[in-house]
């Protein structure tokens, strides 16, 4: 069975700018989060969808937003980029077992450089 | 919230050799998953082993095993005949149990790099 797989590897922007980024979860996995990495930072939740539906947010501004499709795959969205969304985003995707989400298994991620 | 602490920036272990990661949490849950991750250099973060907090059994897998303590919010990691390919960085992560927003999201420590040395 495939991983996750995330779409563009590297990215490189400009201050200003809008980016969408693209995540392709395990097939038959249905939720998919997204987290940002930074070495300052760690790691950080920016927000999950199960059947094109947002269910949790983390406390990141508005210029960050996602979606999910029909077919499970994701796109997250910075519009207004700034110097400090630099940074690695990884995409994790799971199986829904009783309700809940089971073990994440993650993307290789996509590096994003805001100049 | 939750937060998950892991002391040791960095560690080093000699090829062949034992060594044991350090991650404690605090939460005021009595169900939940905590889960080591590792993060080799070329970036993938991968699952290295799982625990659920209403097992007593120590999981493991293969030349990983962990040593969980609820009583004391520790979950360290013990890798067994330490391995070139084993060098990376070393995630703790807690995963609430009880359905809503905290079940959907992992909350992480800042990470152990781990060296080998041949």
């Known amino acids: 069975k495939a991983g996750v797989t995330q779409t563009p590897r590297y990215l490189i922007k400009t201050r200003g700018q809008q980016v969408t980024l693209s995540c392709s979860p395990i097939?038959?996995?249905?939720?998919v989060s997204w987290y940002q990495q930074t070495p300052g930072q760690g790691l950080q939740f920016l927000f999950e969808?199960?059947?094109?539906?947002?269910?949790n947010k983390g406390n990141f501004p508005g210029r960050f937003s996602g979606r999910q499709f029909s077919n499970s795959r994701s796109e997250m969205n910075v519009s207004t980029l700034e110097l400090g969304d630099s940074a690695l985003y990884l995409c994790?995707?799971?199986?829904?077992?009783?309700?809940?989400?089971?073990?994440?298994?993650f993307g290789p991620g996509t590096r994003l450089t805001v100049l | 919230a939750q937060t998950v602490t892991q002391s040791q920036p960095e560690m080093s272990v000699q090829e062949a050799e034992t060594v044991t990661l350090s991650c404690t949490y605090d939460?005021?849950?009595?169900?939940?998953?905590l889960f080591w991750y590792k993060q080799p250099p070329s970036r993938q973060m991968i699952l290295v082993i799982r625990?659920?907090?209403?097992?007593?059994q120590n999981a493991t897998e293969n030349r990983f095993s962990v040593n969980f303590q609820k009583a004391a919010k520790s979950f360290s990691l013990k890798i067994s005949d330490s391995q070139l390919g084993d060098a990376a960085m070393y995630f703790c992560?807690?995963?609430?149990?009880?359905?809503?927003?905290?079940?959907?999201?992992?909350?992480f420590g800042k990470g152990t790099k781990l060296s080998v040395i041949p």
């Open positions: 994790a995707s799971s199986w829904e077992a009783g309700g809940l989400p089971d073990t994440q298994y």
């Open positions: 097939s038959g996995h249905r939720s």
């Open positions: 969808y199960f059947s094109e539906t947002q269910r």
């Open positions: 939460t005021s849950e009595s169900d939940y998953y």
């Open positions: 625990q659920e907090a209403y097992k007593q």
């Open positions: 992560a807690y995963r609430s149990a009880y359905s809503g927003a905290g079940s959907y999201q992992l909350t």
